[in-house]
């Protein structure tokens, strides 16, 4: 499966965006969907995940702040990001698995997200 993910950018301290990573086959047979980040000069983490049941997992960095979903018909898995900080300033990558193993096998191009203080 292709995953492509957009809707980074540049955004002031406080403000929120909206990231899609729409897969290119029907997201139904896909068990995770997952958000990471890549902080200038970081390793990689997990932002959020969600499975087909719509159960989540977010960073306590991300918890109350950040929420994740997926949409079957349009094949699409959102980050929506409020109250962004500029600690939250990284490459977007979404991912997809097949759950239960911590493994993702698909990964989408990134997209970044600048945050200003």
């Known amino acids: 499966v292709q995953l492509q993910a957009s809707g980074g950018g540049l955004v002031q301290a406080g403000g929120s965006l909206r990231l899609s990573c729409v897969a290119s086959?029907?997201?139904?047979?896909?068990?995770?969907m997952a958000w990471f980040r890549q902080p200038p000069g970081k390793q990689r983490e997990l932002v959020a995940e969600?499975?087909?049941?719509?159960?989540?997992n977010y960073a306590d960095s991300a918890k109350g702040r950040f929420t994740i979903s997926r949409d079957y018909a349009k094949d699409t898995v959102y980050l929506q990001m409020n109250s962004l900080k500029p600690e939250d300033t990284a490459v977007y990558y979404c991912?997809?698995?097949?759950?239960?193993?911590?493994?993702?096998?698909?990964w989408g191009q990134g997209t970044l997200v600048t945050v200003s203080s």
């Open positions: 969600i499975t087909s049941d719509g159960r989540t």
């Open positions: 991912a997809v698995g097949p759950g239960g193993t911590g493994r993702y096998d698909y």
């Open positions: 086959k029907s997201i139904y047979n896909i068990n995770i």
